[in-house]
């Protein structure tokens, strides 16, 4: 069975899920951070701005007190500045 292989963005070679989650959890916090900006994106309903980047990186710090747990980033999205100040649709 043959399976997807290639080269992360910092030279790490990936051959297959099991070496892909290996390089994931060398570094969490930059597949966090990604998921975090994907998150909130979705949940801003509007692209990530560089305004939003100390909102991103405090819900990330605060996940990683929490083992990176899909319950503290959907958590920290919601108690973020961005998400309480989002604006609804224009009437």
């Known amino acids: 069975m043959d399976h997807a292989a290639g080269v992360l ?3 790490t070679p990936v051959d297959g899920p099991v070496s892909l989650r290996t390089a994931l959890l060398k570094r969490p916090e930059n597949f ?3 998921v975090t900006d994907k998150l909130l ?3 801003l309903g509007r692209g990530v701005e ?3 980047a100390p909102a991103v990186r405090r819900i990330v710090r605060e996940a990683a007190d929490n083992d ?3 319950s503290a980033l959907v958590a920290g999205i919601v108690r973020s500045v961005p998400f309480q100040m989002r604006r609804g ?3």
């Open 89 to 91: 649709p224009a009437s």
């Open 9 to 11: 963005a910092d030279g």
């Open 32 to 34: 966090v951070t990604t």
């Open 50 to 52: 560089y305004y939003d």
């Open 68 to 70: 990176y747990r899909w």
């Open 41 to 43: 994106t979705y949940a």
